[in-house]
């Protein structure tokens, strides 16, 4: 099995990504929040400031705990910095080529982001392991589903707008995952450093997987 493969795999079973996003001292606080509550994989994004710095520094604290990606990435000079300071998947908002052959190159999972069906195949088409959907609120759980007739061999993780409520929901509808940045890690949390909060948020997520799994 490729490292590809294994990424995707993890991904599959776990159901959620965490998205980190503030600051770069807050994150080692916000991984270990999110391990209280169950979470395994999650991105640190480029929004972070020195994401790859902060990559390496959470991979050396958490070591075999976590599958750790790199989110927000846009071109292939950042892919390269996130995969050297160890980042195992790429997530992008968009889908640009370059990062996608990247990847596939170095036998790292992307997940390109997409939205419409033409944008979604030709992600699927251009190497994407996942197709990151995105921003999903824009669009809901009846558009993952109608999209999943035509389409069902692509695996869709929905990114914005999923919350503790629909998390099962958009399960049911045919996600291969779920992305959560601010339902999960949230700016107040954040703000008034409430990491317990992050870690209640984390255990109703994994709560709500468990129940669309019966």
Request: charged content about 20%; glycine content about 10%; aromatic content about 6%.
């Amino acid at each position: 099995m490729s490292q590809r493969e294994d990424v995707k795999n993890q991904i599959g079973e776990t159901k959620l990504v965490a998205v980190i996003r503030g600051k770069a001292e807050q994150v080692l606080s916000v991984v270990a929040a999110l391990v209280e509550g169950g979470v395994k994989a999650m991105e640190i994004t480029f929004t972070v400031p020195r994401a790859p710095e902060m990559i390496a520094e959470t991979l050396k604290t958490f070591g075999g705990q976590i599958l750790l990606g790199a989110g927000t990435v846009l071109t292939t000079e950042q892919a390269e910095a996130a995969v050297a300071a160890g980042a195992r998947f790429i997530v992008a908002p968009n889908t640009n080529f370059e990062v996608v052959r990247f990847c596939n190159q170095r036998d790292i999972a992307v997940m390109p982001g997409a939205l419409t069906p033409t944008e979604v195949a030709a992600a699927w088409q251009g190497g994407a392991d996942v197709v990151k959907l995105f921003p999903a609120e824009t669009v809901g759980i009846a558009y993952l589903k109608a999209l999943r007739a035509p389409l069902p061999d692509v695996p869709i993780m929905p990114t914005g707008g999923v919350d503790v409520g629909n998390a099962a929901d958009w399960l049911r509808a045919g996600a291969f995952a779920l992305g959560v940045g601010s339902q999960l890690v949230s700016k107040d949390a954040l703000t008034l450093g409430r990491y317990d909060e992050i870690t209640t948020l984390a255990r109703q997520f994994m709560a709500s997987i468990a129940k669309a799994r019966e």
